[in-house]
Nanobody, 116 residues
Framework: QVQLVESGGGLVQAGGSLRLSCAAS????????MGWYRQAPGKQRELAAR???????NYADSVKGRFTISRDNAKNTVYLQMNSLKPEDTAVYYC??????????WGKGTLVTVSS
């Protein structure tokens, strides 16, 4: 199975920046779309950002202009650069790899806490 390991979460003040990383264990990373999902306390999990194998990106309206997703296929790593962080960005962030229709691999998550 594909293993995904997130890192980079932590505590940051509002207006600050944080960069999340997700490392994949297999080369399948290079030919599949990946994304970052997040789940805040008491809320549903939502897609924050997604990047295709070709580099096309999609963002939730709530993070557009502030977050940037990117990937380094040589390192089997996807990143989420988060700028101008807001308290409402506080959530557990999960790395996702799309294996096939309806099938995904997930990381364990990394907690991002934005204080006011």
């Amino acid at each position: 199975q594909v293993q995904l390991v997130e890192s980079g979460g932590g505590l940051v003040q509002a207006g600050g920046s944080l960069r999340l990383s997700c490392a994949a264990s297999r080369s399948i990373f290079n030919s599949n779309a990946m994304g970052w999902y997040r789940q805040a306390p008491g809320k549903q999990r939502e897609l924050a950002a997604r990047i295709s194998s070709g580099g096309s990106t999609n963002y939730a309206d709530s993070v557009k202009g502030r977050f940037t997703i990117s990937r380094d296929n040589a390192k089997n790593t996807v990143y989420l650069q988060m700028n101008s962080l807001k308290p409402e960005d506080t959530a557990v962030y999960y790395c996702n790899l799309e294996i096939s229709y309806g099938v995904s691999a997930w990381g364990k998550g990394t907690l991002v806490t934005v204080s006011s």
